[in-house]
């Protein structure tokens, strides 16, 4: 969608410095970081939310179980624990409207959130 922030960060429209990339996903650091550790993984794709997933894309989810586990691993956070959040819609706070998983981690989270 050509107005949409992660398509364009997706499509390389908006230079920015991937911790991976492949022909379906990107990961990158959050703008606003809300813990040591905060990063995106973001279906290239534009799926507006989880409520939109088809029979194809939910394919996509093994592979970002699996990046996951690779970037807390290589950014030093899987040991000492992390939260992966999807924020869905007006009431799960979404602001941007195209899946994305948040990873936080490098502090201890509270919880329930806000
Ligand atoms: P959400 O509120 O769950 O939709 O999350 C959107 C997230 O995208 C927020 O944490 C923002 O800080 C982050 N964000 C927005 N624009 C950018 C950008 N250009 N690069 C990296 N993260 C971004
Ligand atoms: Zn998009």
Not at 32 to 42: K, R, Y
């Given at each position: 969608?050509?107005?949409?922030?992660?398509?364009?960060?997706?499509?390389?429209?908006?230079?920015?410095?991937?911790?991976?990339?492949?022909?379906?996903?990107?990961?990158?650091?959050?703008?606003?970081p809300?813990?040591?550790?905060?990063?995106?993984?973001?279906?290239?794709?534009?799926?507006?939310?989880?409520?939109?997933?088809?029979?194809?894309?939910?394919?996509?989810?093994?592979?970002?179980?699996?990046?996951?586990?690779?970037?807390?691993?290589?950014l030093g956070?899987?040991?000492?624990?992390?939260?992966?959040?999807?924020?869905?819609?007006?009431?799960?706070?979404?602001?941007?409207?195209?899946?994305?998983?948040?990873?936080?981690?490098?502090?201890?989270?509270?919880?329930?959130?806000?």
């Amino acid at each position: 969608m050509a107005e949409c922030v992660f398509c364009k960060i997706a499509g390389g429209e908006i230079p920015t410095e991937f911790l991976y990339q492949d022909e379906h996903l990107v990961a990158f650091k959050d703008i606003n970081p809300q813990a040591p550790v905060h990063f995106l993984v973001v279906p290239k794709k534009h799926i507006p939310n989880l409520l939109a997933i088809n029979d194809d894309d939910v394919k996509l989810l093994p592979a970002i179980q699996k990046i996951i586990v690779q970037l807390t691993g290589e950014l030093g956070i899987a040991e000492g624990g992390f939260r992966v959040v999807v924020n869905t819609g007006n009431h799960g706070g979404q602001t941007v409207p195209h899946l994305h998983f948040h990873v936080l981690g490098g502090r201890l989270l509270d919880w329930p959130p806000g």
